[in-house]
């Protein structure tokens, strides 16, 4: 701990459900500030698919009781490795699969900035509740991360930064099969536990969806066969739950 950390090592904080969204998302941007000094760090779910209540309840529970749980820690180790393993490496970044739901808002609220990519069909669509709005679960599922060669280059702002871009987006599109629509809604669905609903589930988003379609309609072509809603977990809908 109080010593440089090499290239080879890696540090990776996991925060559960029953911590708070303000806290969780200063744990991301603290790691966005340890990648500006040249450290190797993520931040990822810790047991998603268990809320708040299960998380204190596993909390207070006996040491043997726990050995005793089907908690699938071997999902966990998996989670930890898929977020920190470079799937990509391009023009002086690295492309990682999310690690943090925050990190899944940034990307959408990225795409709704620039939005200049011709016009595309879409199936799946990730749902920020907090700004009503939403974004492809493909661009939102990969981060670009700057290699430690470019952030003597970039200012703290940029450095900091590690949002997928359309430039990037395009880029690797059809042209690596390693930048998989699959392999990105399965990550958000199993590591970062969004939930996948079909449009008749959710009829009071679908409206703000189609409002949302309205705006952006030069951009974005519905797939014929519908779409599909990726739901963020809690806490991250609360504020949506309770409008």
Excluded at 32 to 58: C, D, V, W
Excluded at 133 to 159: D, H, M, R
Excluded at 222 to 237: D, N, Q, R, S, W
Aim: glycine residues 4%; neutral net charge.
């Amino acid at each position: 701990m109080f010593q440089a950390q090499t290239q080879s090592d890696t540090f990776v904080s996991m925060m559960s459900a029953d911590i708070d969204r303000g806290k969780r998302n200063l744990g991301v941007t603290t790691i966005y500030l340890m990648r500006h000094i040249g450290m190797n760090a993520f931040q990822t779910a810790l047991l998603p698919h268990h809320n708040s209540k299960q998380i204190k309840e596993l909390n207070n529970i006996s040491i043997e009781n726990l050995k005793q749980s089907s908690l699938d820690i071997t999902q966990e180790i998996q989670r930890v490795f898929s977020i920190s393993e470079t799937v990509i490496s391009e023009n002086n970044q690295k492309i990682h699969f999310a690690g943090d739901i925050l990190d899944v808002f940034m990307n959408l609220r990225k795409w709704n900035e620039e939005i200049v990519w011709g016009k595309r069909t879409i199936t799946y669509f990730v749902f920020d509740p907090l700004n009503r709005s939403f974004a492809p679960s493909k661009f939102c599922a990969y981060v670009a991360i700057p290699t430690t060669a470019a952030l003597s280059e970039l200012s703290l702002l940029n450095s900091c930064r590690s949002e997928m871009s359309i430039n990037l987006y395009a880029k690797l599109d059809g042209t690596d099969s390693r930048f998989d629509g699959r392999r990105a809604r399965l990550h958000l669905t199993q590591n970062l536990a969004m939930t996948q609903h079909e449009i008749s589930e959710v009829p009071q988003i679908f409206r703000l969806f189609e409002n949302w379609l309205f705006q952006h309609s030069d951009s974005i072509n519905v797939h014929p066969k519908g779409i599909k809603i990726l739901m963020p977990p809690e806490p991250f809908t609360k504020k949506f739950v309770s409008c």
